[in-house]
């Protein structure tokens, strides 16, 4: 004889109520939503380039989790606008102290000592209260984030080994202090769940934090240089050979747009959920790329730090656009612009396939393609049709202005025109 129920176990569990679940998803998700928003400010803000890639997937994972909770939670009679209050002052005052932290050490340790594994303990909790019948969607959509968060525990725990092995003695005390003071805050708000006592924090142990502020000026550390006007100066020929170059070095590049996503994702307010979602996604795609030509370079056998890394795109986003101008120039400007064919992303497709013959650049830029063609969409949503009421025309002269103050602010920074490497004129 089968088991009953799909072989669901505990099936007479009293288990939760709607309203009890629904505020317990809620909490949970709101420290996904404020970890979405720290690791995207600190992305831009952390040297360590492994480390800024890194926090881009982690902010687009998490975000995802946090809708995923925003649909189940309507299915749970919340409404949105109670879901994306703050359900607890000691909670935001915890993650609001993770967004302080000073460094990268102490930036993971508070993300992978306590806030990710306590989001992870309190999912556990979840399960083993939950009833497993009538709350099996939930239950199902937290059997496969488990898999995302493990796996992004492991990540930082292993990226915190590496850090340690090279940080002194009164770095290592900072991070444990700090450590020790944002557990006291996760117990001030009685865990994730709520469910924990509450233990107020020592008045003693308390440490005084300078508000994070993005940086003016891109972060690299020290294995790279820095260049504000994208590969000048490189003498790239004018050839098959050099373009292809170019195209490797320009998806390597995208780490300074990914960065620039990220500018607009923190300092934007008042924006629909799902503005923060899709940027963070674009954030993510964004650093893919970059990933893309650094895996190219890689295969070819170059030494990546070996070409000056460009950083322009972030230090203009942070110093010379304003409002919603580095997100049209982003997405009007650059991606939508990016569709029309020839040449656009398509071609630069079928230069891969049919006239350089890589087939590793082939895959990458089959993907970026479709990226970009996602990416053009957001323009759409955010810029054509939430900026501008729809008015197509009205966005394109906005990214048309947004061309002209690039311009001028790359003139300022070198001569674009000095040994300028083919195929270099489009793009980001």
Not at 30 to 58: F, S
Not at 126 to 144: F, M, N, R, S
Not at 235 to 254: A, H, I, K, Q, V
């Amino acid at each position: 004889m089968l088991h009953p129920f799909m072989g669901i176990k505990d099936w007479d569990r009293i288990g939760m109520s709607v309203e009890e679940s629904a505020k317990t998803l809620q909490r949970i998700a709101y420290v996904d939503r404020q970890l979405m928003r720290i690791e995207a400010a600190h992305m831009a803000a952390r040297p360590e380039y492994e480390i800024k890639g890194a926090l881009a997937r982690l902010s687009s994972q998490d975000a995802e989790h946090h809708d995923q909770f925003r649909n189940r939670i309507k299915q749970l009679r919340m409404s949105t606008v109670a879901f994306d209050k703050c359900p607890d002052a000691s909670l935001n005052e915890l993650m609001q102290t993770v967004l302080n932290s000073a460094n990268t050490l102490c930036l993971l340790t508070a993300l992978f000592d306590v806030v990710k594994p306590a989001q992870i303990a309190a999912i556990h909790a979840y399960k083993g209260k939950a009833q497993p019948l009538v709350d099996e969607p939930t239950l199902h959509i937290l059997k496969h984030q488990l898999i995302d968060r493990e796996e992004q525990v492991d990540w930082g725990r292993e990226a915190l080994q590496y850090l340690l092995q090279s940080a002194s003695d009164t770095e290592k005390a900072q991070a444990q202090s700090w450590r020790m003071y944002v557990e006291q805050l996760l117990a001030a708000a009685g865990g994730i769940t709520g469910w924990e006592e509450r233990v107020p924090v020592d008045p003693s142990a308390r440490i005084v934090t300078e508000p994070f502020v993005m940086p003016q000026v891109s972060t690299r550390d020290t294995r790279f240089t820095s260049q504000v006007v994208k590969m000048q100066g490189m003498n790239l020929p004018d050839n098959t050979e050099g373009r292809f170059m170019t195209m490797m070095l320009s998806r390597y590049y995208e780490m300074s747009p990914a960065e620039g996503v990220a500018y607009v994702h923190v300092t934007t307010e008042g924006k629909p959920w799902h503005f923060y979602r899709d940027t963070a996604r674009h954030m993510w795609d964004e650093v893919r790329h970059s990933w893309f030509g650094e895996a190219a370079l890689r295969a070819k056998g170059y030494d990546v730090y070996q070409f000056p890394n460009w950083t322009g795109w972030y230090d203009m986003t942070a110093q010379l656009f304003e409002g919603t101008e580095a997100y049209s120039h982003l997405t009007i400007a650059i991606e939508k612009a990016a569709m029309k064919y020839p040449p656009g992303k398509r071609e630069e497709w079928e230069f891969c396939r049919d006239i350089a013959k890589d087939p590793l650049m082939t895959t990458f830029q089959d993907f970026d393609w479709a990226d970009e063609v996602v990416h053009a969409g957001f323009g759409q949503r955010w810029m054509i049709e939430d900026v501008h009421g729809g008015d197509a025309r009205a966005a394109q002269e906005e990214a048309e202005r947004t061309v002209k103050k690039r311009a001028v602010y790359m003139e300022a920074h070198g001569d674009l025109n000095k040994n300028k490497p083919a195929g270099s004129l489009g793009g980001y």
